[in-house]
């Protein structure tokens, strides 16, 4: 569709919108266009919403050669959202709105990058000052040729409300080919201190302190060494994904 088209039958502006929230924003031809929903009937926002600028397939090789990962999030207040990511991640290099309210933004690997509990927690904090409700999935970093075949696993396990360990639980880590986790796998093959850490966390149920006493270093070292992992492995020491690397050294272990 050409954007002189579209001029003539709405009225489309140039840029995005400082109020997102009032807003359809979208681009063509690598330019940023947005239109006043007020200038709109109702069926005509659905329409720009989910049918013109739905996801018509997402071309990942686009993007350089890197390392990425794909950030899903849902919420009535996406444009707003979307606009303030970059706060948190200021890696990220694109954002692509798939629907009315949902879509994911694209982050490369940096070595700023914040740990994947970092990164939730500030996610959290960022839809409570904007005061809104937001579902997101934070996906595992991935190389560029990676993302068109993780991306549907990762879609998938956000829309039936899944974490990626709680995911690969439920089919079973003897059944699951998966790439990302064959990855993990290799790499803490060979992480001895990775095991340890791992291990003294889980038997002690993630209690930090108790944890500290078991490996017989101050709590502030064991908080280092947990950033540490979850900065690298890009999965958080708790839950679903302790479990999750638990049963994965038992593997390597058993292996």
């Given at each position: ?6 001029a ?8 995005r ?35 013109l ?5 997402i ?24 606009d ?80 990626f360990?709680?995911a ?11 790439a ?29 302190l ?34 999750l690397?638990?049963?994965?050294i ?6």
């Open positions: 569709m050409k954007i002189e088209a579209l003539q039958l709405f009225p489309v502006k140039k840029g919108s400082d109020q997102p929230e009032t807003a359809i924003q979208f681009e063509l031809a690598g330019q940023q266009f947005h239109i006043i929903k007020s200038a709109l009937t109702s069926r005509e926002v659905r329409l720009f919403e989910e049918v600028f739905a996801d018509k397939g071309d990942f090789s686009e993007l350089a050669n890197g390392t990425y990962r794909l950030i899903q999030f849902r919420s009535e207040e996406f444009d707003e959202i979307a303030h990511l970059s706060l948190i991640f200021p890696s990220i290099v694109k954002v692509h709105k798939q629907g009315v309210a949902h879509g994911f933004a694209i982050e490369k690997l940096s070595s700023d990058r914040l740990s994947a509990l970092d990164a939730k927690q500030a996610l959290a904090t960022l839809a409570q000052d904007l005061g809104v409700t937001c579902r997101y999935y934070l996906g595992l970093f991935a190389d560029r040729t990676e993302l068109e075949s993780l991306y549907p696993i990762e879609k998938r396990n956000f829309d039936q409300g899944q974490t360990s709680e690969v639980i439920r089919e079973g880590l003897t059944h699951l080919a998966h990302p986790l064959a990855k993990i796998k290799q790499a803490i093959l060979t992480d001895f201190e990775a095991q340890d850490l791992v291990r003294h966390l889980y038997q002690n149920d993630g209690n930090q108790q944890t500290a006493k078991a490996m017989y270093i101050h709590r502030n070292t064991l908080t280092q060494k947990i950033k540490k992992f979850e900065k690298h492995y890009d999965l958080s020491l708790t839950g679903s994904d302790l479990v690397l638990y049963s994965l038992d593997q390597v272990t058993e292996d």
